[in-house]
């Protein structure tokens, strides 16, 4: 509240206040901007705070989808659902205040979170199989081929469970090969191999390198002896 007080030639006049109401702003943070590896929906949370009672999520760019906004004290939280389309790109959310004085001086505010969708690496491998003890095993190797996709560049074979000796793994499209040369001590059981992709977007991105394993049996073969 201003007091005024009106004087001229020593004499002083009527005083006056002057109420000014000092509305609070809203605030807001929709978060850091931040990375995720091609989930099916996205949870996002941010805060509100000031003269601001409710937030909205809305979309600013993203073919998705997103919920409706749950309010919890400070907390904005919804959903967004990823489009295919949004896989390998950036989508931007805004979280938004409401107008907390409505048509007072004041006015919404709102904050833009930017989150980078990276796309997975996949492999696939056939089913598991059986193999019968061939008649000479350095010269009579498995063969191994698995399939990369999403992200992944590259992929290696590893042995898991097995004493024989695997090639290097060779890649010719989007398929991946290697050869096992089956040991004595492999005859009669099941060995394990694996096939690991490459980590598409490295040690400090979200997504990780995928591999599946296949169960090889190799079954000892039949001998038979007529005698002399």
């Known amino acids: 509240t ?4 009106p004087s001229s030639n020593s004499c002083t006049g009527l005083m006056k206040n002057v109420t000014v109401s000092v509305n ?12 995720v590896c091609e989930p099916v929906s996205i949870p996002v949370t941010g805060s509100i705070g000031g003269a601001a009672t409710t937030g ?13 906004s ?9 959903t967004y659902t990823v489009a295919p389309t949004d896989v390998a790109s950036t989508i931007l959310l805004r979280l938004e205040t409401n107008d907390p004085d409505l048509i007072g001086p004041c006015s919404l505010v709102s904050d833009v979170v930017q989150i980078q969708i990276n796309r997975r690496p996949t492999v696939t491998l056939p089913a598991d199989f059986e193999v019968c003890e061939p008649n000479n095993l350095l010269t009579t190797p498995i063969s191994l081929s698995g399939v990369i996709g999403g992200s992944a560049t590259t992929a290696l074979w590893s ?13 010719t499209g989007s398929n991946v090969t290697s050869l096992y040369t089956i040991a004595p001590s492999d005859i ?3 060995i394990t191999l694996r096939l690991t992709t490459n980590d598409s977007d490295g ?6 390198a995928e591999f599946k394993q296949i169960n090889i049996r190799i079954n000892r073969a039949a001998v038979i002896s007529a005698g002399s």
């Open 188 to 190: 009669g059981n099941t």
């Open 24 to 35: 609070p702003i809203p605030t807001v943070d929709a978060g850091a901007d931040y990375q």
């Open 203 to 208: 040690i400090s991105g979200p997504c990780v």
């Open 2 to 5: 201003y007091q005024i007080t």
């Open 70 to 78: 749950t309010v919890s004290g400070t907390q904005v939280t919804a």
């Open 56 to 68: 909205t999520w809305l979309i600013v760019s993203g073919a998705g989808s997103i919920s409706a």
């Open 159 to 171: 042995v898991v469970s097995g004493s024989g000796i695997l090639s290097a793994s060779t890649l």
